[in-house]
Structure formats: structure tokens, C-alpha cells
């Protein structure tokens, strides 16, 4: 299955080295290490890469054990911690609604 945002599949889309390390939460120096060791590919176009590639290299980088999984980073975590909080009590005002639902 692809992708597809005006005819073309997002796999193809270019997109800049900054892109890329937002979209992969590591930083730009990073992202230019995972590109010096071959993981992501640059497009034809200077200083652009396939979203695909980085995709691909990114994973490549996980399972060979170059980058940590997102779920185990620290800078950028993948997952969000959020308090579960008591319940509120009522407000001190409440509208009934009547029958219409005026």
C-alpha cells in the first residue's frame, strides 16, 4: 500500500536534513552522522533526502543497534506521560436543558 498526496507517493516527497532530524527527534549533527555512515541516502538534489530513505535508514540504524528505539530515548521520547487527575466535583451551577434543547 502507498501513500499517495497529488499523484505522487509520500515515500518521494524531498525534504531538508532539519526536517529530517525533527522527523526522526535526534538532532541535525545526528542525522549528518547517520548520513556519513551510509544509513540515508541523499535525493539527486543537494542537501534533500526521500522521505523513504530516511525512513528506511532509520529503522536499518534501530535494528542494527546505531540509534536507540524511540520508546527508549531521552531527549525526545515517543511517548507522552500525562496525570490522571480525580474526579472534579459539580460545578455550583448547572443548566438543566429542557425538552426542545433551549
Known amino acids: 500500500m502507498s501513500v499517495l498526496h497529488r499523484k505522487k ?14 522527523a526522526l527527534h535526534i538532532t541535525k549533527q545526528g542525522f ?3 548520513v556519513r555512515e551510509g544509513f540515508i541516502r541523499s535525493a539527486d538534489r543537494a542537501g534533500m533526502y526521500r522521505l523513504g530513505a530516511v525512513i528506511d535508514g532509520h529503522a536499518e ?3 542494527l543497534g546505531r540509534l536507540a528505539p524511540p520508546h527508549k530515548r ?5 511517548v507522552f ?3 490522571v487527575l480525580p ?4 460545578l455550583p451551577y448547572s443548566a438543566s436543558i429542557d ?4
Open 9 to 22: 507517493p509520500l515515500r518521494d516527497w524531498l525534504i531538508t536534513a532539519d526536517e529530517g532530524a525533527k
Open 32 to 34: 549528518k552522522a547517520l
Open 61 to 63: 540504524a534501530v535494528r
Open 74 to 78: 531521552t531527549n525526545a521520547p515517543a
Open 81 to 83: 506521560f500525562c496525570e
Open 87 to 90: 474526579e472534579t466535583p459539580a
Open 99 to 102: 425538552q426542545d434543547g433551549l
